[in-house]
């Protein structure tokens, strides 16, 4: 709104006797033309009175055309104005620059976005542009908006874009549309600090910064990445390309890094854990009474047990999960990071969703948990088998987590596969870790 408002200030300085005084006010523009639109509401909160008409109306082929042309001369076909006109004075409003390039492409030799300004804005006003249409124009950068500082809405689709830069020169810009270019990596768009959608439907994408994903994350940007498709979340994004994250330039290729080698007695003894975890997940889910009974009646009778208790008495029973190779090295990994980096959450690099997805998993479902320790019964590597029966007793009564999301994972009917992952580092400020990754088989 802010930017669309001195759009009309723009108006009133430039004729501001004309704005005052006058008696007969047209406007000539695109019905769903978002200048129009702000524009007209500028206009009905000043008070001032108007006559609308559509630019597709036919009273604007005739002697209104002909006034536009004499304004605007042979830009008129390529550019889509919206058209104030006071007494009789025509005005082409900074608002709105719509190029349209394939009416007679010979015109052009210079493919920049400078040289489209200065050809629609002779006088230097397209500092006051709200919106921008180059789509299918050849562009091969996005640069030569520096002036434009109050745009809110460009779209650059179908050009030659490679990379996404010069972000920072946009105070208000909230929608920029990227489809059918040619980027391949999402930086930078941390730097407009506005953006709610975001376009990038048929780009190559490969990699994405590490900032670019927090400010998308964070900020819920909507991202379009199929033509005429819902928007997505960034999460879905780097499962639905791959993507890489990038963090001052060094590449986690889908966290490998983090792989461990064991020796074969820690191997075998975190498949150990991995079994008689995924027995105790099985247990509580298809026989929720008699786990209450055996696991947690003594913390009930405590008042430890945060409710668990009653809880599994009045749980239905669900499927038995069943272990998936994929989420269980995404799960190994992942507990590899959080005992190297001294790490506690969910989001250490990417989220549990992109990093699932990115992996290859072709589950519709995912969910993480996540548990920590520093009692030595924890140990897989001492105590494999209690390990595993005191990490999910511990997720299921999920002490100090006010939604108890842990517990609702582990007793959801939409999981039936899970991987498993473990790790330790006495260094750390918890010692003992497990991560849990469910999944639920593609349905086709």
């Given amino acids: 709104m802010k930017n669309l408002f001195f759009c009309f200030l723009f108006l009133a300085m430039q004729f501001p006797v004309a704005v005052m005084k006058a008696q007969v006010i047209t406007v000539y523009a695109e019905d769903q033309c978002n200048g129009t639109i702000e524009m007209l509401k500028q206009l009905d909160e000043s008070g001032i009175k108007y006559t609308f008409k559509s630019i597709h109306n036919a009273n604007y082929s005739g002697e209104m055309y002909a006034k536009v042309r004499a304004v605007f001369p042979q830009y008129v076909d390529y550019v889509q104005p919206l058209v104030v006109v006071i007494n009789e004075k025509v005005l082409i409003s900074p608002a709105v620059l719509i190029v349209k390039k394939y009416a007679q492409p010979q015109i052009y030799t210079d493919w920049s976005i400078q040289k489209y300004l200065e050809l629609a804005y002779p006088n230097k006003s397209y500092e006051y542009l709200a919106y921008i249409d180059l789509g299918g124009c050849e562009l091969t950068e996005i640069a030569g908006f520096e002036a434009c500082y109050l745009v809110n809405n460009i779209n650059l689709r179908n050009n030659f874009i490679c990379e996404i830069q010069n972000f920072e020169h946009f105070k208000y810009l909230s929608k920029i549309g990227l489809g059918g270019n040619k980027i391949k990596s999402i930086q930078n768009v941390e730097k407009c600090e506005t953006l709610t959608e975001l376009e990038l439907f048929d780009n190559p994408l490969e990699t994405i910064t590490r900032s670019s994903y927090e400010f998308l994350k964070q900020n ?51 498949e150990v854990f991995r079994s008689k975890m995924l027995e105790e997940l099985n247990f509580a889910r298809t026989k929720p009474k008699q786990y209450g009974e055996s696991r947690l009646k003594g913390d009930y009778n405590q008042g430890l047990d945060n409710g668990a208790y009653l809880f599994m008495q009045n749980a239905k029973a669900c499927k038995s999960l069943s272990i998936n190779q994929i989420l269980n090295k995404v799960a190994n990994q992942y507990a590899n990071l959080l005992a190297a980096i001294n790490g506690k959450g969910h989001d250490e690099l990417g989220t549990a969703e992109s990093r699932i997805f990115q992996t290859g998993y072709l589950g519709n479902w995912y969910g993480e948990n996540i548990a920590f320790s520093n009692v030595e019964k924890n140990s897989i590597y001492i105590n494999p088998e209690e390990s595993a029966i005191l990490f999910v007793k511990q997720l299921i009564i999920d002490a100090d987590v006010p939604d108890l999301g842990h517990r609702l994972n582990i007793m959801s009917i939409y999981f039936d596969e899970i991987g498993i992952g473990a790790a330790e580092n006495q260094n750390a400020d918890f010692k003992y870790n497990c991560v849990q990754n469910f999944g639920r088989k593609d349905v086709k």
């Fill in 220 to 270: 819920f940007v909507k991202i379009y990445w199929k033509y005429w498709e819902d928007p997505i979340g960034i999460d879905e994004l780097i499962g639905k390309f791959n993507l890489t994250i990038i963090e001052n330039g060094v590449k986690y290729e889908k966290q490998e890094i983090y792989q461990v080698a064991l020796t074969a007695e820690q191997e075998k003894k975190l």
